[in-house]
């Protein structure tokens, strides 16, 4: 009921009649529910420290720059502060209620694509938010490179409580000297966003609540509550939602620094239970930190297993390239060896038939082995140019007498075939 006390002094008029449970981070805040007489309902949010409390009035802060104008183009409802009260040195926030529940991680991932568009949408319009708004309420505002630097000195903090496993120091201090990663556009950053700060009513983001660290930084501190999730195809769909709405060029590295965020947090959670004196919740953070390293551990592990297992499966297949190339070209050399051999070696030859020779008429009636020669008309010779002889009738039997003849020779055909070297019989086998 003290709660209750305090939402009275802080809304005169309340009368408060019930008081329920309120989600928040018990580290910081005891926040309920109340219902007043009149039917109205308020949440109150007190801080548990003096961190909490300038968080809270931070939070006043924010929700005032908030002009009617900019409110009315965001896709939620944002929360309005009815009433503060201080006491013992903290502010106590009062909240008029918004509509809706918040919801646990798992329904929110099977909520449907309707809900992952809600989600990814929100997202975008807060980090479209003007930078403007950030300065009205004398917020910090980082570049990129600055974020980096900030991240650098809390990883410094958290390695002298000497209760960071040096996996995870190796691991995170690595991944901030990866400057590759931290080229980013920064944009205003609710810098608390979880399930708890989400309100749902009917399969809808109604409200978006929590607004104790706004800033200007890096995008993906809002997304690494996503990436914990442990949701991977959730994820992927709100962020796909994200970039539609966003309109922008994809930052490639956005996942993983929103990793490393979500991996930081338990650290920063450490730090900040110590601080307080916590020794429960410092506990519950040396646990938390101890379960990552062995999941880290052995996941680097399972990792180096199946590249070690990638090595040598492209080990085996470069040596069956290697013989399957070496098996082509012995069959190139054996081919090319037997081409040079049948060059080198005579083939069945093909007989050459000798042309017909003119024959005397003797010669009719022997015949060639090869080719039948037909008998021969005897050649009557010209007359010699010599002294003027006396008119004579040629004879029909044959040439005049002293006239000179061919002779009565026989023409024999080749008793030997000429051989014929073979041709190049085929080129190189297949390759």
């Given at each position: 009921m003290e709660l209750a006390a305090l939402a009275t002094a802080a809304v005169p008029g309340l009368e408060p009649v019930a008081v329920g449970p309120s989600p928040d981070d018990a580290t910081d805040f005891d926040s309920a529910l109340?219902?007043?007489a009149d039917g109205r309902s308020w949440r109150v949010r007190s801080p548990r420290g003096t961190e909490a409390s300038a968080r809270l009035e931070t939070e006043l802060l924010v929700l005032r720059a908030f002009s009617p104008a900019v409110r009315a183009e965001l896709p939620f409802q944002l929360p309005a502060v009815a009433g503060t009260v201080r006491m013992d040195g903290l502010t106590t926030c009062v909240y008029t209620h918004l509509a809706g529940s918040i919801r646990e991680l798992g329904d929110l991932a099977s909520g449907g694509q309707r809900l992952v568009r809600d989600i990814g949408g929100a997202l975008s319009a807060?980090?479209?938010?003007?930078?403007?708004?950030?300065?009205?309420?004398?917020?910090?505002?980082?570049?990129?490179?600055?974020?980096r630097q900030r991240r650098l000195n809390e990883l410094d903090q958290a390695a002298t409580t000497g209760k960071i496993p040096p996996v995870?120091?190796?691991?995170?201090?690595?991944?901030?000297?990866?400057?590759?990663?931290?080229?980013?556009?920064?944009?205003?950053?609710?810098?608390?966003?979880?399930?708890?700060?989400?309100?749902v009513d009917d399969g809808r983001i109604t409200a978006v609540t929590g607004w104790t660290d706004l800033?200007?930084?890096?995008?993906?501190?809002?997304?690494?509550?996503?990436?914990?999730?442990?949701?991977?195809?959730?994820?992927?769909?709100?962020i796909a939602a994200y970039h539609e709405a966003r309109e922008e060029p994809v930052d490639p590295h956005l996942l993983r620094r929103a990793a490393l965020a979500a991996e930081f947090a338990l650290a920063q959670y450490?730090?900040?239970?110590?601080?307080?004196?916590?020794?429960?919740a410092a506990a519950d953070g040396e646990d938390m930190l101890s379960q990552l390293a062995s999941d880290i551990e052995a996941q680097d592990a399972a990792e180096a297993a199946d590249r070690e297992a990638e090595a040598r499966e492209a080990e085996a297949r470069q040596a069956t390239a290697?013989?399957?190339?070496?098996?082509?070209?012995?069959?190139?050399?054996?081919?090319?060896?037997?081409?040079?051999?049948?060059?080198?070696?005579?083939?069945?030859?093909?007989p050459i038939v000798a042309p017909p020779h003119r024959a005397p008429a003797q010669a009719e009636d022997t015949p060639t082995a090869a080719t039948p020669i037909v008998p021969a008309r005897p050649i009557v010779p010209a007359p010699s140019r010599g002294p003027a002889q006396p008119d004579r009738k040629p004879s029909s039997s044959g040439p005049a007498p002293g006239a000179p003849t061919l002779g009565n020779h026989d023409v024999e055909p080749p008793t030997d075939a000429i051989p014929v070297v073979g041709g190049w019989h085929g080129g190189l086998g297949a390759e």
């Open positions: 109340i219902r007043g807060i980090h479209a938010l003007p930078h403007a708004l950030v300065d009205r309420a004398d917020l910090p505002a980082y570049s990129a490179n600055e974020f995870l120091l190796r691991r995170w201090e690595n991944a901030l000297e990866d400057v590759s990663m931290w080229r980013f556009n920064p944009t205003v950053v609710h810098g608390d966003l979880h399930e708890d700060n989400l309100l800033r200007v930084g890096d995008p993906a501190d809002d997304i690494a509550w996503l990436v914990a999730s442990n949701e991977p195809e959730f994820v992927d769909a709100v450490l730090v900040k239970a110590l601080a307080l004196g916590d020794r429960e290697r013989e399957a190339a070496a098996r082509q070209t012995a069959a190139r050399e054996a081919a090319a060896r037997e081409a040079a051999q049948q060059q080198d070696t005579p083939t069945a030859a093909t």
